[in-house]
C-alpha cells in the first residue's frame, strides 16, 4: 500500500491542524493505521493508531486529549485531528499502515508514508 501524508504547516500555539493521509494500492481497509512523528536528533515516536474498523484507537500519552484519529475508508484516508498545539509538537509527522494492530503502533509497520512537517510557534 502505498500512503501519502499531507495537511503539515505552521500553527501557532493553541491553534489547530488537520493531517491527511490517502492510502493506494490494495485495500485500505485491511490496513490498521498510525501516525508516528519524528524531531531532527530523536528517534521516531508513536502518536496514535486506529483500527481498521475505527471501532479501537489508541494514544501517546503526550497526545491524549488534543488529538484524535480517524479514518473514512471509503476514502481511502485517515486523519489525525490536532488541536490545542504545543510548540513540543513540532516534527515531521508519518503515516503508517500493518495489518497487525499490535504492530502499527510500535516502530515496525510495514508500510510507511513520507513525512509532513508540523511546526508550532510559541
Known amino acids: 500500500v502505498q500512503l501519502q501524508a499531507s495537511g503539515g504547516g505552521l500553527v501557532q500555539a493553541g491553534g489547530s491542524l488537520r493531517l491527511s493521509c490517502a492510502a493506494s494500492?490494495?485495500?485500505?481497509?485491511?490496513?490498521?493505521m498510525a501516525w508516528f512523528r519524528q524531531t531532527p536528533g530523536k528517534e521516531r515516536e508513536f502518536v496514535a493508531a486506529?483500527?481498521?474498523?475505527?471501532?479501537?484507537?489508541s494514544y501517546a500519552d503526550s497526545v491524549k486529549g488534543r488529538f484524535t484519529i480517524s479514518r473514512d475508508n471509503a476514502k481511502n484516508t485517515v486523519y489525525l485531528q490536532m488541536n490545542s498545539l504545543k510548540p513540543e509538537d513540532t516534527a515531521v509527522y508519518y503515516c503508517?499502515?500493518?495489518?497487525?494492530?499490535?504492530?502499527?503502533?510500535?516502530?515496525?509497520?510495514?508500510?510507511w508514508g513520507q513525512g509532513t512537517q508540523v511546526t508550532v510557534s510559541s
Open positions: 503508517a499502515a500493518d495489518t497487525r494492530f499490535g504492530v502499527v503502533q510500535s516502530t515496525t509497520p510495514d508500510y
Open positions: 494500492g490494495r485495500t485500505f481497509s485491511r490496513y490498521h
Open positions: 486506529i483500527s481498521w474498523s475505527g471501532g479501537s484507537t
